[in-house]
């Protein structure tokens, strides 16, 4: 009887053995993926640095070769003029770089998060009505191609010469990728997901802005990545026209009084801020990303 109890637990006191060899692998293989990432990580790092640096010393050997500062002025003279007008002013009635810059994005944040609503509202709705969806559309199909810039006179017009116009032309030109992009991203959710919402009780409108909404955020953050790089674009002309501030209106005095130096300065200036706002965008499209975020967890 002892022999056979003995027995009978032995398999038991054996599969907690066996749980924790396969949990140790497992905590291996997670470990050597995570140091796998992280080296990938360092590789497109350096790799991008590399990159920049050839621009910079191909950007420095041909101006030495033109030996011309206005039609194109060196990386070390282009660094200089960079270093000091971001705290002086210029022209001397103007603010330094980093004011302009502010005023630029302040403009664009606040058309860009009005148009990203707008859009994403109008795609939420055409998604949810087949009717909305074919009144909507063929407007969308019309305006979308058409430049913002060239309402930049229209603006003026309705809106006067402040900050209004602007802020409506980066809006105008958001909208429509928005809608474009929300209404893909909404259309390639799968339809399991609102089944299992509404046969939980939710209603059509809570699975919508609930779930559904909720799995098609990498695709509309995507498109808020596209949306953001046309916003630049959009502002900076618009300050070259009508604008006495900003970093388009820095650019196109800068050019106005050939200081090449300085209009390279704003452009490495845009560049550099979109750069940090599309990071922002690419890791909140990471962690709005279920299996990243699973794996990011674990």
Do not use: C
């Not at 002025?73 to 960079?82: E, G, K, N």
């Not at 618009?238 to 209009?263: C, H, P």
Request: proline fraction near 6%; hydrophobic fraction near 50%.
């Amino acid at each position: 009887m002892t022999t056979t109890s003995l027995d009978a637990r032995e398999p038991d006191t054996a599969l907690p053995a066996r749980g924790d060899e396969v949990w140790r692998n497992e905590r291996v293989d997670l470990a050597a993926e995570r140091q796998a990432r992280r080296r990938a990580g360092r590789h497109r790092l350096l790799t991008g640095a590399g990159g920049v640096a050839g621009l910079l010393v191909g950007w420095q050997l041909a101006a030495v070769l033109l030996d011309d500062p206005v039609i194109l002025p060196s990386v070390v003279r282009t660094a200089r003029t960079f270093a000091h007008y971001l705290t002086h002013n210029y022209p001397s009635q103007s603010p330094p770089l980093w004011e302009d810059l502010m005023i630029s994005l302040r403009r664009i944040l606040i058309g860009f998060v009005v148009g990203t609503g707008l859009g994403v509202s109008v795609g939420a709705a055409m998604f949810s009505s087949r009717t909305v969806r074919h009144l909507i559309d063929p407007v969308v199909e019309i305006v979308r191609p058409l430049p913002p810039l060239a309402f930049i006179p229209l603006f003026i017009v309705w809106f006067g010469i402040g900050e209004l116009p602007k802020e409506v032309l980066i809006a105008f030109g958001v909208v429509p990728v928005m809608i474009v992009a929300a209404l893909a991203a909404l259309d390639d959710v799968p339809d399991d997901l609102q089944f299992a919402a509404r046969t939980l009780g939710a209603s059509r409108a809570y699975a919508l802005w609930h779930v559904q909404i909720r799995a098609a955020l990498p695709g509309i953050i995507t498109g808020m990545r596209i949306a953001l790089g046309g916003s630049w674009g959009s502002i900076v002309a618009a300050e070259m026209l009508a604008a006495t501030s900003g970093i388009g209106f820095v650019i196109s005095q800068a050019g106005n009084y050939l200081d090449t130096a300085l209009v390279f300065s704003g452009i490495i200036l845009i560049a550099v801020t979109e750069l940090l706002l599309d990071t922002g965008l690419r890791a909140l499209a990471a962690r709005a990303d279920p299996s990243r975020r699973k794996k990011d967890r674990v």
